[in-house]
Each structure stands twice: as C-alpha cells, then as structure tokens.
C-alpha cells in the first residue's frame, strides 16, 4: 500500500525526533498549536546528544581555524551552547526569577555571560587519561575532556526533565506536551535511563579518583532541588522544566571545574 504525501506529512509531524525538536526550542504559540503531537523522552533525549555534538562540533572547527589562541574557540561554543540549546532555559530560568522586565533582562545577561565563561573555562591541556580503548570502541570516549563535559551535560539536563515529573504533578492541564512527556516515560524507565549520564561520567572522568563524587552527585542533586524550587505550587510546567534543566547543566559544569581543581590540587601534594 502507497502512503499518500499527506500521509508521509502526518507520519513526519507527529514523529518523536519532531516533537522533541519542538519541546526543546520551539516558542510557547508553537508548541501550544503543536499539542503532545510527538512528544517522547527518547525525542527529547536524542535532541539533546545532538546539542552536545554540535557544540562540540563548533569548538573543533573553531579550534582548528583559529589553534593559535586557546580561548576563543571556547568563547564561541560557549555562544553557540547558550543561543541554540539553551535559548529557551535560560530565559524561563531568568523569568521565573525575576519580578519584571528590567530584572529579567538583567539576570538573562548574567547568566549569559557566566555561561560562556564557564564553557570556555572546561578546556584542560595537561590531563591523566585512562587506559586506551580498543579501537573500534575509541570514538565512545573522545579525548579532549572539554568534549567529554559539553557532551554530557545535555544528556544530565534531559534525565532531569524525565525524572522530575516524578517528583511533582506534570503540568497543568493546558500544557498537554509536559504531560506527553511525563507520560512517555514512566519511574521505572527514568530510574534505568540514570545509567547514560551516571555511568559516561564515571567511565569519562574516573581519572579523578575519589573526587569523581562531585560531578557525579552535584548534577544528582540539581536535578532533583531546581525543579521543585522553580515549580509553583508543585506544578511543573515547560518553563520549569527548561529553567531546571539549564540549572542542572551549569551545575555540572561547574562540579567538573570544582572536581578538576580538587584532583590537581591533590597532585600537587
């Protein structure tokens, strides 16, 4: 049987790639004309390795196009992370913490330059690396560390947008695509699907020894204070959820830095 160019359209518009894509970036008329039309965690989850790679894709190039300075390569897929990734949490994130115009604008920028100048920051020349992989098992593991965070850290943000509906009720009842994706993804699936970022970070950054706990339990705990401390009265809307994730990622960056620095300050004993 033929599939009829409507068909493929329909096919396409209620696919989970496109529903993720939309949860993740498109604006608030969009996705409320859009309904759950596609709305999953593997959507969302997909969308959000793909960000990673993208950022790292830009640092690569930039990195080759400009090997001479080592910081504006970081600068710019630091800009890059904030404008297409992260666009959406960070104003949520500088909305649902402010009280009008002028100090949402104010904290967006903020945030906006602490960003960029914490990605620029996870780039490491000199580094303990773990023990070489086979070399059909070499591209899991990419060897820049900064690669590896940048990597991770949407994959962090994404569990949490899974698990947190868990914590609290999944949207009011308007927000038909937040409760799509609480419904995509039940306790038991959230609880197994702990195990990409729980366990990449552990197989990446190991080389940490015992101080591989803060960036493997601070992202654990942003995950579960952010959004319970951005939801009101125990609803957990899309801006919420972008807003928490945003926290999550910069907390993990920020536990890698802290982490980092505990490990070379040991050396150094």
Partial sequence: MRMT??????????????GGYAYLTGSESALAARGSAGVTWWGVTVWSLAAGLLVVGVWSLANAWLGANRELPGVLAGAVWLWWPMRRGMTSLAG??????????LT???LA??????????????????????????????????????????????????VAPRLGR?????DLATRALADSCGPVLSAVLLAVPLGLTVFYFRWMGWW????????LAAAVVAPMALCRRRVLDRRALLAASAVTQLT???AYLAGRHCWNSFRSW
Wanted: charged share 10%; no cysteine.
């Fill in 5 to 18: 160019f409507r068909q493929a359209v329909g096919l396409a518009y209620h696919s989970p790639l496109l």
């Fill in 96 to 105: 649902l913490t402010s009280r009008d115009a002028a100090s949402r604008s």
């Fill in 108 to 110: 967006l920028a903020v």
């Fill in 113 to 162: 330059v602490l960003a960029v100048f914490v990605v620029a920051n996870l780039r490491m020349e000199n580094y303990y690396d773990n023990d070489p992989l086979w070399w059909w098992l070499a591209w899991v593991r990419p060897h820049e560390q900064h690669f590896r965070v940048l990597i991770l850290a949407p994959l962090w943000g994404a569990w949490m947008m899974l």
């Fill in 170 to 174: 999944s949207g009011p009842a308007n």
């Fill in 212 to 219: 591989i706990f803060i960036p493997t339990v601070l992202p």
């Fill in 252 to 254: 993990f960056f920020l």
